[in-house]
């Protein structure tokens, strides 16, 4: 496997992956109502697991975050757009993250993480047109 701090950065991008997916499916289910992009955005979601969970689950440790506080950028939204587009970054970026260092732990695993990132950058372009043509 691989050590402490390696599997606390895993878990830390592993919620953020699944969080900014959530959203975006979320406003995609109960705003936009939009069945076939929310099923994709949930098929994402369920993918962004490892299997050793419990392990990866054992190295987290919130109180010493040295980030843990938000900063203005992250507590401020002007419209759904910009909580989509936040949430899109916030996801494609984890999911990198994750394909380095999964590389660690299972080319598989990293791989699957690069399939979870570049279908963001596909969603984001087909659901920046839609949210564009319903402004």
């Known amino acids: 496997m691989t050590d402490k701090k390696n599997l606390r950065l895993i878990d830390a991008n592993l919620n953020r992956l699944r969080e900014g997916i959530r959203v975006v499916e ?3 289910r109960y705003v936009y109502d939009n069945k076939e ?4 955005l949930k098929e994402l979601r369920h993918l962004s697991r ?9 190295t987290r440790d919130i109180k010493n975050d040295v980030l843990r506080e938000s ?6 939204r002007a419209d759904l ?3 989509l587009i ?4 916030r996801a494609q970026e984890s999911a990198r993250v994750l394909e380095e260092f999964c590389k660690l732990i299972s080319i598989k ?7 979870i990132r ?18």
């Open 81 to 83: 757009y910009s909580i």
């Open 37 to 40: 992009i929310s099923s994709k």
């Open 86 to 89: 936040a949430n899109f970054k």
């Open 109 to 115: 695993e990293s791989e699957n993480f690069k399939y």
């Open 26 to 28: 979320d406003i995609f």
């Open 118 to 135: 570049y279908e963001l950058y596909n969603l984001e372009i087909v659901l920046t047109k839609i949210t564009s043509n319903s402004k």
């Open 50 to 58: 490892l299997e050793n969970y419990k392990e990866i689950l054992e």
């Open 71 to 76: 900063i203005k950028s992250e507590q401020n």
